[in-house]
């Protein structure tokens, strides 16, 4: 049964175009977080919401945003994506805290045109 | 700020022989985790171990913890051709509710 779900597999987009990906959960996690994963890399964190608390990283362009409207599901929000953009984007949830196991959803891979 | 490194990077064997992995981090962790990743999916937990742990088995897989030396490794024992896949330890920073993943090891086995 899948436990964290994310839609679409596949995210063409266009330059500039804004692009949404979506991910669910079936889990009833607190936490939920969106990776960054480009070829080759480590996933780079982008945010996590603890609940409702909304958690930026640092280093995350405002071109992301997020939003979690109840516990099952969050959010990706490009705004304007660029062709730097083009990756893989993992949601994964843990039950309490990160270092608590995590859950990845099957990913979004997403391409800039 | 990435905080494991693994080592090797890449790695390819034969289907039956023990595949190690190795990572090593930077600060004091509450517990190390691994994950593997096959090609063009999301990751999958193979394993936690708690910094007041120094060894764990799970099924074939056997990890190690050493935390004076800040240092983890992965073996897996009896490799199968679907055990190819990437390989990723991750550590907890903190009180930061982060989790930081490694440089991840490529791992091949030929059948």
């Known amino acids: 049964d899948a436990m964290v779900i994310q839609n679409p597999r596949y995210q063409v987009t266009q330059f500039g175009k804004p692009v949404t990906l979506s991910c669910s959960q079936t889990?009833?996690?607190?936490?939920m977080y969106w990776y960054q994963q480009k070829s080759s890399q480590a996933p780079k964190l982008l945010f996590h919401?603890?609940?409702?608390?909304?958690?930026n990283e640092a280093d995350t362009p405002d071109n992301f945003q997020s939003r979690r409207p109840n516990t099952s599901f969050c959010f990706l929000d490009i705004r304007s994506p660029g062709l730097g953009d083009a990756a893989m984007y993992l949601c994964?949830?843990?039950?309490?805290?990160?270092?608590?196991?995590?859950?990845f959803g099957p990913g979004t891979r997403l391409t800039v045109l | 700020s990435q905080q494991g490194e693994e080592d090797p990077q890449a790695l390819s064997i034969q289907e039956g022989e023990n595949a190690t992995m190795n990572c090593s981090y930077k600060?004091?962790?509450?517990?190390l985790q691994w994950y593997r990743q096959n090609s063009g999916r999301g990751l999958v937990h193979l394993i936690l171990i708690r910094s007041n742990e120094r060894e764990k088995h799970s099924g074939r897989l056997r990890v190690t913890l050493d935390t004076s030396k800040k240092s983890s490794s992965l073996l897996i024992t009896a490799s199968r051709a679907a055990d190819t896949a990437s390989y990723f330890c991750?550590?907890?920073?903190?009180?930061?509710?982060?989790?930081?993943f490694g440089t991840g090891t490529l791992l091949a086995v030929q059948p």
């Open positions: 919401y603890y609940d409702k608390d909304f958690n």
């Open positions: 994964a949830t843990s039950r309490d805290w990160a270092g608590d196991t995590q859950y």
């Open positions: 991750a550590t907890d920073e903190g009180a930061t509710n982060k989790l930081i």
């Open positions: 600060t004091s962790i509450n517990n």
């Open positions: 889990l009833n996690h607190n936490v």
